[in-house]
């Protein structure tokens, strides 16, 4: 280790702030800082690590060539897709993540609880029906809700998330097929199809991908106009495997009945995003800010695990 302390910049909450300071005690002093681009810039020119539980802030390769003690980044999220790589490569930076972690993660539910959630709140309209009544009226009939039990969910992805909701679909009497060309063993659980079948076939479907080469772009316009119609889709991987352009002409069409959306492309930075200026008018269209796997509990465990990353490779 150093001479003088190690100092690492930390983004994200205070939960996880607490969590990765007592795992960096006597080793490293954290700076918790604000998820602003200008503040991260100035709090790296003199970090030894940066532990990132926000991807709020897009880490730049000018950020990373200001920050000349930099070893590592770790993230406490399993993407990393708002990091520029290569000034980082160049250096040899490792960026680790939580996909390193599958024992830690498996446990971890608020993603697919959400993602859960957002499948109730279109399949009820809860959004437009709390509304209804905040505005002083009571009229059930215009709040016609679908029945899940003896429909499909069609889960794309089969990972830990997607076996979540595979669960929840199962236990809410629902059929439930999947596409995943990665994921072995095979849930049990879960009958396998084509891309294709399953989304002309299901009546919600649910994406649990990462986003890599592969999988951007995956739910493509010609996969949304092959889904069922009055079908029910959900996004909480990355805004990127869905071709949002196509999905918001399949609620504008009517083909999707709802959507349900925890990502969107370019987030943080959407004031002006297409959706999100269509879901301030249509209330089939339900976004959340990418609060999926935000839970305290959850945050102090993988900030934790982050920290000790950070700890082992200033040790190193």
Known sequence: MRASVAKVVYLGADAGAAAARETLAGHARLEHVAAEQGVLAEALGAADGLLDASMRVRVTDAMVAGAPRLRIVSCATTGSDHIERGE????GIPVRTLREDPDLLHDLTPAAELSWALVLACARRLGAARDHVLAGH????EFPGLMLRGRQLGLVGC???????ARYGAAFGMRVVGHDP???PWPEDVSRVSLEELVETSDVVSVHV??????RGLISKEIFDRMKPGAIFVNTSRGAVADEKALLGALESGRLAAAGLDVLEGEPEIAAHPLVAYARSHTELVITPHCG???PDAVRLVCA???????DALEE
């Open 88 to 91: 980082l490569t160049r250096r």
């Open 138 to 141: 009571w009229v059930r009939e």
């Open 159 to 165: 990972g830990r998330i997607g076996g979540w909701m």
């Open 182 to 184: 990665f994921v072995a």
């Open 210 to 215: 990462p986003l890599s080469a592969d999988t």
């Open 293 to 295: 796997g935000f839970s």
């Open 305 to 311: 695990r982050a920290a000790e990353k950070i700890r």
